[in-house]
């Protein structure tokens, strides 16, 4: 009987949960616990990490999962390693819902870096008043560029001010709208974006935005990760899953 273990954390994700739910296929949805309170899902919800590769491979197998999902974050490397060496380790299928990095376009002004320890180099410089949409875990990294202003979007209140000289709190969660973006740019006299290359619609109207008031992007590329079966639509992450395990779709 197919058992599904879905790691979560992106819009693809949710979309999967919902055709997941809607067909009755068992599985469990996970987050890592980043935040407060991850939004709802129509799933069973397992909250927290697994306790490294070994603790992943002890739940896939305590839990009898037949099938693992990563479609988590083009950034959450670590959780995606662990996948595919847990998912080696016990034979259990493993697939990979991604969507695309983003692509420049027309009007476009990138300047793309390889990581985030580039992006700081890339801030040295004159004062600028920069939306950093990063989210709260790199923000210590930024302290060696204390001479800008940085507008900061968290999910949660941070429960310690951020190590910037010059900062302002924005508390919101995505999917982000282009006219709100836009606004937010416009309202904070913002000079710069820094945003990583997510990729999929949650996080794009920053960048149609910036295009938009002509601003530059310091856009920061993803990690690498090693080759496994991937698809970027939810019909195909339910047709492998109907194909694996004999299911009609
Ligand atoms: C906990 C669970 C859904 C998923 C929604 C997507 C879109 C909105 C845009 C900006 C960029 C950022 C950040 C962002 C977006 C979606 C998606 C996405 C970027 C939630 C969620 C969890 C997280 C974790 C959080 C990180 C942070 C990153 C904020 C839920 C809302 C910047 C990534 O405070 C923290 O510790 C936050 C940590 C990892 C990156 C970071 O390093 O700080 N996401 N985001 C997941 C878990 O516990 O497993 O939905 O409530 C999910 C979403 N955030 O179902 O609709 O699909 O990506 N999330 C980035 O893209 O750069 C904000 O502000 O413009
Ligand atoms: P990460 O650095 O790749 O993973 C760090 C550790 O967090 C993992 O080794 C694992 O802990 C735990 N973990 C991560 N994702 C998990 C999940 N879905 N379920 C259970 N445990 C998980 O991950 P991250 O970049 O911090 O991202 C954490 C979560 O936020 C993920 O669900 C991701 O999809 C979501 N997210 C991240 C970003 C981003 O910019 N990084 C953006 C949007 C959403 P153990 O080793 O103990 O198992």
Redesign the pocket.
């Known amino acids: 009987m197919i058992n599904i273990l879905l790691?979560?954390?992106?819009?693809?994700?949710?979309?999967l949960a919902r055709a997941l739910a809607a067909r009755g296929w068992p599985a469990t949805f996970?987050?890592?616990?980043?935040?407060r309170?991850?939004?709802a899902?129509p799933l069973p919800v397992r909250?927290g990490g697994f306790g490294g590769v070994e603790g992943l491979v002890d739940y896939l197998r305590g839990q009898r999962i037949t099938h693992l999902i990563d479609a988590?974050?083009p950034?959450?490397q670590q959780m995606s390693r662990h996948a595919i060496a847990a998912a080696r380790h016990t034979g259990i299928p493993l697939l990979a819902l991604t969507?695309p990095p983003w692509r420049p376009e027309a009007g476009d002004q990138w300047q793309t870096v390889p990581d985030i320890a580039a992006a700081v180099e890339a801030l040295s410089g004159s004062p600028q008043r920069v939306?950093l949409?990063?989210?709260?875990?790199?923000l210590p990294e930024f302290a060696r560029q204390p001479q800008h202003h940085y507008l900061l979007?968290?999910?949660?209140t941070?429960d310690t001010p951020p190590p910037l000289p010059h900062h302002t709190v924005l508390v919101?969660?995505?999917?982000?709208g282009v006219a709100g973006?836009r606004a937010l740019l416009q309202e904070h006299r913002i000079e710069r974006v820094v945003?990583?290359n997510?990729?999929?619609?949650?996080?794009r109207?920053?960048l149609v935005a910036a295009r938009q008031l002509g601003l530059p992007v310091l856009m920061v590329e993803r990690p690498s990760l090693p080759a496994r079966t991937e698809v970027h639509e939810v019909a195909a992450a339910m047709d492998w899953l109907a194909h694996e395990a004999d299911l009609g779709v």
């Open positions: 790691l979560g954390g992106t819009m693809e994700a949710s979309a996970s987050y890592a616990g980043r935040v309170e991850p939004a899902q909250i988590t974050h950034f959450a969507r939306l949409a990063l989210g709260r875990l790199h979007r968290l999910i949660d941070p919101d969660r995505g999917p982000f973006d945003c990583k997510a990729g999929g619609e949650g996080a109207a920053k």
